[in-house]
């Protein structure tokens, strides 16, 4: 049993993995912004992801941090670093950060973000996003990024199991590709892949896309 803090855990996918977490017997505590929107978890913190003494506090005697923090009310440029800062100072034992498939390599140097059709609305949360991630990917800790290779599926039965893909191995070559419905995996699918990380360490200090199994 490991003793993990879901930050975001009010979210979509936060909750998806404090479900999988307490069903395969682990303690979980739930970091959220609004404690009357937290999942049921083991403990329920409330607190601001980008507060580095809140987060610190909350982080201190966990095996695992899992990072699925989001929002749309701050400038992305400005929250997803402040957050990466927040728990480059916590450091956890271990980090595993929900990102985004948007970061994902189609190429070599050429990650999906930087396709000639991906959305101009979508690229300053992508971008905010990457800069928080490549603050936690040079620093110290020992962190693995993950996130759908392609989509969630919100209409699909879970699988039961994760595998990581990369978008060449799907065939994906663009954003209408990415997105056409190809490789996606439902939001439990994602928290079992998460589940498997924290149980089985491994691709430390890489970014992985996850598919159903």
Request: hydrophobic share 50%.
């Amino acid at each position: 049993m490991s003793h993990l803090i879901v930050l975001g855990a009010a979210g979509q996918g936060g909750r998806a993995v404090v479900a999988a977490a307490l069903a395969r017997g682990h303690e979980v505590t739930a970091f959220v912004r609004d404690a009357a929107k937290a999942p049921a978890a083991t403990r329920v913190v409330q607190g601001d992801v980008t507060d580095a003494s809140a987060v610190a506090e909350a982080i201190r005697g966990h095996d695992v941090a899992v990072n699925a923090t989001a929002t749309l009310d701050v400038d992305p440029a400005v929250f997803f670093p402040a957050a990466a800062d927040a728990l480059i100072a916590a450091a956890p034992p271990r980090l595993i950060h929900v990102s985004l498939s948007s970061l994902l390599e189609l190429s070599p140097g050429e990650r999906l973000v930087d396709a000639p059709d991906f959305p101009a609305e979508f690229r300053p949360f992508s971008l905010g996003h990457a800069a928080g991630s490549a603050r936690l990917a040079s620093s110290s800790l020992d962190w693995t990024a993950v996130s759908p290779t392609t989509d969630f599926d919100r209409e699909s039965a879970p699988t039961g199991s994760a595998k990581a893909a990369t978008l060449a191995d799907l065939g994906v070559t663009n954003f209408a590709e990415a997105y056409g419905g190809v490789g996606r995996i439902t939001y439990a699918d994602f928290a079992t892949g998460i589940l498997d990380l924290v149980e089985d360490p491994g691709h430390r200090g890489v970014h992985i896309g996850l598919i159903a199994g």
